[in-house]
């Protein structure tokens, strides 16, 4: 009704030269951008819904008309609550086609990264805070990821500590409060590496926090299984160990390094000899 208005209904300048267009009591066009956020939200979620996503540079354009759009058609509120992302950056400026640094999943795969790194990867930033990528900064996050994930198979399900309800307890309310304060992903992550390291915790009590908060990490951590040992491996780790006692120190680092090169690692110890994939 008024040329400042934020248009529904676009016309086609060119019939047929869209890829979408469609005949409509105004005239061939299709709908504005605005308008097919609405449409959707509301096929899929109803009228109102609790939460909306989406950037840091829709606040000022996209979803206030969004809400205009939407109240008006309905006469009800629109979202509850809406959280704004700031930007994946780039060498200080926001990653763009243009600037570099903008990469698929499939592509970080193809490089060696698990989609699960990318994730944990974005945990390590408030979601209001802008998060430097680079390649070198997603290798820290897989690698801290493998590393977790090592902690967790070398769990033990022991009886040594004895259980104390109110330590789980405590660091359970630290993590959901994490958690509630503004989605503040970084802290509850931290929280998780606590129960990790934590000294007066058995195994099992901290396999049965660490799982809980991954049901809203989300990284999978109960799929997680301890790679089987290739024959080969093992023969070279027996023929390692018979070195070992009769002090051929040399011939054994050989036999250790060999098996670096096959992805494999041994971790000498009182109890014994352990053999561990290389992450």
């Known amino acids: ?24 009591p105004w005239g061939e066009g299709f709908p504005g951008w605005h308008i097919e956020c609405s449409a959707m939200s509301m096929k899929y979620l109803g009228d109102s819904f609790d939460i909306h996503t989406g950037g840091i540079d829709h606040i000022s354009v996209h979803h206030t008309n969004e809400i205009a759009q939407s109240e008006a058609a309905t006469g009800k509120k629109f979202v509850n609550f809406w959280l704004h992302g700031n930007f994946l950056v780039f060498k200080g400026g926001k990653i763009s086609k243009s600037k ?14 698990s989609p699960l790194s990318f994730r944990y990867f974005t945990l390590t930033a ?13 290798e820290a996050a897989q690698n801290a990821l493998e590393n977790l994930k090592q902690i967790i198979l070398e769990l033990k399900n022991d009886n040594e500590i004895e259980a104390d309800s109110a330590i789980t307890r405590q660091l359970e ?19 998780l590496w606590e129960v990790a390291r934590h000294k007066k915790l058995s195994g099992s009590q901290k396999r049965e926090l660490i799982l809980k908060f991954d049901e809203i990490l989300g990284l999978r951590l109960k799929e997680i299984k301890v790679s089987p040992i290739p024959a080969e491996v093992s023969s070279l780790a027996e023929q390692r160990e018979i070195l070992r006692k009769e002090k051929k120190w040399q011939e054994a680092d050989k036999i250790r390094q060999e098996l670096e090169k096959k992805g494999w690692t041994i971790k000498d110890s009182n109890t014994g000899t352990e053999i561990m994939k290389i992450k």
Do not use: C
């Open 126 to 138: 408030h979601y209001r805070a802008s998060l430097d990528f680079s390649l070198e900064n997603l």
């Open 1 to 24: 009704k008024n040329k400042t208005d934020f248009v529904l209904w676009k016309f086609s300048v060119e019939p047929g030269k869209r890829q979408q267009e469609w005949q409509s």
């Open 173 to 191: 309310e630290k993590f959901l409060k994490a958690v509630n304060d503004d989605l503040n992903m970084p802290k509850a992550l931290a929280i």
């Open 100 to 113: 570099g640094g903008l990469y698929t999943i499939a592509e970080l795969e193809e490089k060696g990264f």
